[in-house]
């Protein structure tokens, strides 16, 4: 089995485009949400080992190889947490730059993860709310995402949050969503 140089070399210059546009995206923030007591901020590498254990709990595989390395070097940049008191992971919220989507300068919100013990309490909404105030007033005009077609729940927080369904993915079969940003003069 040899090695398949023509993928690695895609993942590198998705490593390489992530890197370079991450930089200085947005300025590392932290809020308490009074009535939640949960702490929403911007991501560490400290944090990282912490949301790939969710992240293989609640989607059965990891994360990729080369987005492990993005995040480890721009996790304030490009991963939302929300965090209890005790500072156990709540929830997260990855972004990555899609090729694709750079010339329109929209970042794309790629996984999005709530600890079970969390699950059904509005958790996700928050978690987008606050990442997309965070990225507001920015470079960038918006945030997309995808939503399985049969994904309800994804779809209505998506909504929740100011995602608008602008069109329909073949492959996978989603609904894509945006989210538009202010962007500075």
């Known amino acids: 089995m040899g090695l398949d140089f023509e993928h690695l070399n895609h993942d590198v210059r998705l490593w390489r485009l992530n890197m370079r546009l991450s930089k200085h995206v ?10 939640s007591g949960l702490t929403f901020a911007s991501g560490t590498a400290r944090l990282l080992p912490a949301v790939e254990r969710l992240h293989q709990q609640l989607f059965r595989q990891p994360l990729l190889g080369w987005l492990r390395w993005v995040y480890r070097f721009r996790a304030p940049e490009l991963m939302t947490v929300a965090l209890t008191a005790q500072g156990e992971l709540a929830g997260y919220d990855l972004f990555m730059f899609n090729a694709a989507e750079v010339p329109d300068n929209i970042i794309h919100e790629l996984y999005l993860g709530v600890a079970p013990a969390f ?16 990225y ?39 609904h894509y969503l945006l989210r538009p940003l202010i962007k500075r003069q």
């Open 26 to 35: 947005r300025s590392p923030f932290s809020v308490v949400d009074e009535v």
């Open 119 to 134: 699950q059904g309490q509005g958790l996700s909404t928050r978690l987008r709310r606050c990442a997309g105030d965070s």
């Open 136 to 174: 507001d007033h920015g470079r960038l005009s918006a945030i997309s995402t995808l939503a399985a077609r049969d994904d309800i729940k994804a779809l209505r927080s998506a909504q929740k949050s100011g995602f608008a369904i602008t069109k329909f993915s073949a492959k996978p079969p989603a």
